[in-house]
């Protein structure tokens, strides 16, 4: 079955980065667009952003472009969410999600503050 299982996230002060993973098994991994999610507390879904099967596309929302980076490693059926200067309003609980976004991982939870 299609699993997405997510790592990384934790505390950090404002200005820091922090690095997401999200390992994908049960499908073609390098055949898929990927997405991540977040959700801050007390608010809804946010897309974040966006990748395309061979990672040469990719997508923001305009509060994180110039700071967050999404890529893929189709060799290790990887999505990573690269995030740095991290600002107090990114603190979110973030999700991967695969095409369709019928499957999510477990979510992660970032921390920003002082």
């Not at 996230?9 to 404002?14: I, T």
């Not at 990748?51 to 596309?57: C, K, S, T």
């Amino acid at each position: 079955q299609v699993q997405l299982v997510q790592s990384g996230g934790g505390l950090v002060q404002p200005g820091g980065s922090l690095r997401l993973s999200c390992v994908a098994s049960g499908f073609t991994f390098s055949r898929s667009w990927m997405y991540w999610v977040r959700q801050a507390p007390g608010k809804g879904l946010e897309w974040v952003s966006d990748i395309n099967e061979g990672g040469d596309e990719t997508y923001y929302v305009d509060s994180v472009k110039g700071r967050f980076t999404i890529s893929r490693d189709n060799a290790k059926n990887t999505l990573y969410l690269q995030m740095n200067s991290l600002k107090s309003e990114d603190m979110a609980e973030y999700f991967c999600a695969k095409a369709g976004l019928t499957n999510w991982g477990q979510g992660t939870q970032v921390t920003v503050s002082s």
